[in-house]
């Protein structure tokens, strides 16, 4: 036993101790002597702590620790009190120092849970913090039972059985404090919005492209670029890698970042270059090329697809190669954010002074098909009585831009486009333009461009599948003549310009956490027979009734509301088929069913809102944990639905939206039942509901002039920073009378 062992010295040293809740003797000696001699700590006072030499030590037998009190925040400093002899345990046999088993893993101090500093800010983790504080607290509990810090242990076998214990406790404590970290990094993250990280210094083509689109679909999003492996990340932060071109990045330091910052990975393909070795730092053909060849692969670009949230693939063609060398990264196969495609349209321009105009619009490069366009340009100049003419952008005629170029055809009056590519394109932005003006086209059919391009009368192949073939001169002029003849056989035909709306897969939106719409539905299938405060009756309907009008509620949004997220939060315990249903048509359901201050809310509560904001809260929790962001933020209630006089257009706004019940003139009533709130005001939204949950639990209505309703508490929380709306276009279907009224 040590008894001159100075624990107000050791604290005083060490204020992370302080911090963890040691504040007496007791539990002073119990860390001194399972992690304290281990981790060099001394009782002694410290003059300069750069000058202590740490040799390593483990703990030594004859340092037993005793079993202590429960640690208790509340517990004030105990003076240093003598062990008294009758505390002491007389062993049957003396414990030699061979056959002490030290833990294995002791707690290191940065794994030390730290009360001081809360790992949950506001109220929706506290459940989760209290079960595992609840946790810690047995675990402590059973430490401090155990018999092994004594200098005199009953026997052998308890001793045994004492280290084992301890030697699991140590690793539950190391598990959750792990956890707790880890959440505390996350909920840190949520507080400012996880941002999105990407890697790409080149700032030309079509990669570039790919992130400006990005950029510009997900605006709600903050994007950073990653000038060096030094930069600074945010915890549990998304990060795209387009490439290391143009970069001194170290694929293997870049990993280890990855894995400590617990960053998701998104790689999006737009070509070969991760099958290059080694991965170029300057651009050259081999990105495109490198396929037709045998492949030596980097094994940390295995790693980096196999740790990949997502690898992206613009075209099943880019798949298939890569899957080849690379079998178990979690692929998916995305086209890029570029303009819908119109198939069935066929335009022909008019041929004036006997000059058909042939288009090259895109990048002219051996790997675009320079080599042949040079051929046809030498060999073929006029074709029957029609001179050619090649206008190729950025070489003979000036560069188009992106908004220009149905505008650019006409003023060049074109009339075909040629897409001769050497080696599989990963997709082709110029490819989607030429395709929207219904002209002809001349192409190589291979890469992407046999999923592209579907068999059309005015689509005309070159290569059909063999890659070898692109040599073929003769197979080349007798093609491209039949493509000539066709042009000169179709007389005008002028289709308007489409609409240039981008086709954004929803995948996409998965990906990058963005719903354009998302629509919270507090529900309550199976009610309680409690009474409430205004009504001894919750509803009339029967739980089958309630169940079909959810339903109703949710097939309403999906008719009306486009690029919708619906999410249903309901604690009934539902019926497995029924269950089952709900996920098919909602995008996610939170049905919680065994908490007890939630079910007290929703079953027992005279007070509706209390269970109404619990509901909503779950949803919005998700929301934050899950680093949605969204254009509109939707509640309507379950089983009320929208009717014809819904118009999204109305919500389409950076405005909160509610209507007032101006039939109520005793107070400011607004109605909760349907509003929008913007993605600018959701977190002060967020927090409104906490305090609002406050208020219900506390039932402190005093400042509302005693008014329980969310009608009048929700609205003043939110300083009434909304506007008000004229018209929800809302079917309110009232569960204690069944009436149903348009609001």
Request: proline residues 4%.
């Amino acid at each position: 036993m040590i008894f001159n062992f100075d624990w107000k010295q050791y604290l005083a040293n060490y204020p992370d101790l302080r911090k963890a809740g040691i504040n007496n003797r007791k539990i002073a000696l119990l860390h001194y002597n399972l992690h304290g001699k281990n981790e060099q700590r001394t009782d002694k006072k410290i003059i300069k702590p750069e000058q202590i030499i740490k040799p390593e030590q483990k703990i030594k037998p004859e340092q037993p620790i005793e079993p202590e009190q429960p640690i208790k925040p509340e517990q004030p400093i105990e003076p240093e009190q003598p062990i008294k002899p009758e505390q002491i345990i007389e062993p049957e046999q003396p414990i030699k120092p061979e056959q002490i088993i030290e833990p294995e893993q002791p707690i290191k101090p940065e794994q030390i849970i730290e009360p001081e500093q809360p790992i949950v800010h506001e109220n929706d983790n506290l459940d989760k913090l209290r079960n595992i504080n609840e946790n810690i607290k047995n675990i402590n509990t059973e430490l401090l039972n155990l018999n092994i810090f004594h200098d005199k242990i009953i026997n052998i076998d308890t001793l045994l059985k004492s280290n084992q214990e301890l030697m699991n406790c140590n690793e539950k404590l190391i598990h959750m404090n792990k956890q707790i970290i880890k959440s505390n990094k996350i909920e840190k993250n949520n507080e400012n919005d996880r941002n999105i990280y990407y890697i790409c210094k080149n700032k030309a083509g079509g990669s570039w492209k790919y992130l400006l689109d990005i950029f510009s679909v997900y605006k709600f999003k903050k994007f950073i670029e990653i000038e060096s492996i030094n930069t600074e990340i945010v915890y549990g932060s998304i990060l795209i890698i387009q490439s290391f071109l143009f970069t001194n990045f170290d694929l293997s330091k870049l990993l280890q970042k990855i894995e400590d910052h617990n960053l998701e990975v998104i790689i999006p393909i737009h070509d070969f270059y991760w099958l290059c070795l080694p991965l170029p730092k300057q651009y050259d053909n081999n990105v495109h090329k490198i396929y037709l060849n045998k492949i030596y692969l980097n094994k940390n670009v295995k790693k980096l697809f196999n740790i990949s949230k997502n690898v992206i693939c613009p075209c099943n063609f880019i798949l298939e190669e890569y899957k080849k060398y690379i079998e178990d990264a979690n692929y998916i196969v995305i086209p890029h954010i570029d303009l819908h495609n119109d198939y069935k349209i066929n335009s022909y321009n008019e041929i004036k002074n006997d000059i058909i105009n042939i288009g090259i619009l895109h990048a002219f490069s051996e790997y675009k098909g320079q080599e042949l366009y040079e051929l046809l340009m030498e060999k073929i100049t006029h074709f029957k009585n029609y001179k050619i003419n090649y206008l190729i952008t950025g070489v003979s005629i000036p560069e188009y831009t992106e908004h220009n170029f149905y505008k650019y055809t006409e003023d060049y009056n074109i009339h075909g486009f040629l897409f001769l590519n050497k080696w599989g394109e990963s997709f082709c932005y110029s490819l989607t333009k030429a395709i929207n003006t219904g002209l002809p086209i001349f192409y190589n059919n291979i890469g992407s461009f046999k999923e592209r391009l579907p068999e059309k009368c005015n689509y005309f192949k070159n290569i059909l599948n063999n890659q070898n073939e692109f040599y073929d001169t003769d197979k080349l002029f007798e093609n491209y003549t039949n493509f000539l003849e066709h042009i000169i056989n179709h007389p005008f035909k002028k289709n308007n310009i489409l609409k240039l709306n981008l086709n954004v897969n929803t995948s996409f939106n998965d990906i990058y956490n963005y719903y354009e719409n998302i629509v919270i539905i507090p529900s309550k299938i199976i009610v309680s027979n409690k009474q409430l405060s205004y009504t001894s009756t919750r509803s009339v309907y029967s739980t089958e009734e309630r169940y079909l009008d959810t339903i109703k509620t949710i097939n309403s949004l999906t008719e009306k509301i486009p690029n919708v997220f619906i999410i249903l939060i309901d604690n009934s315990v539902l019926p497995s088929d029924k269950l089952s249903n709900l996920k098919k048509i909602t995008n996610h359901i939170i049905n919680v069913t065994n908490n007890k201050e939630y079910n007290y809310s929703t079953d027992e509560s005279i007070y509706k809102g209390y269970g109404e904001i619990n509901n909503t809260l779950k949803a919005t929790q998700f929301i934050k944990e899950n680093n949605f962001s969204f254009k509109n933020l939707f509640k309507i209630s379950g089983r009320y639905y929208l009717n014809d006089t819904f118009n999204i257009i109305n919500y389409n706004n950076e405005f909160n939206l509610f209507k007032k019940n101006i039939k109520v003139t005793d107070r400011d009533y607004y109605y909760t039942c349907l509003y929008k709130i913007s993605y600018c005001n959701f977190k002060e939204y967020h927090q409104a509901l906490l305090e609002t949950l406050e208020i219900y639990k506390k039932e402190s209505f005093k400042q509302f002039n005693n008014f329980n309703d969310l009608e009048v508490i929700l609205p003043e929380l939110l300083n009434f920073n909304f506007n008000e709306i004229d018209n929800l276009g809302l079917v309110e279907n009232i569960s204690i009378t069944k009436n149903k009224n348009n609001i």
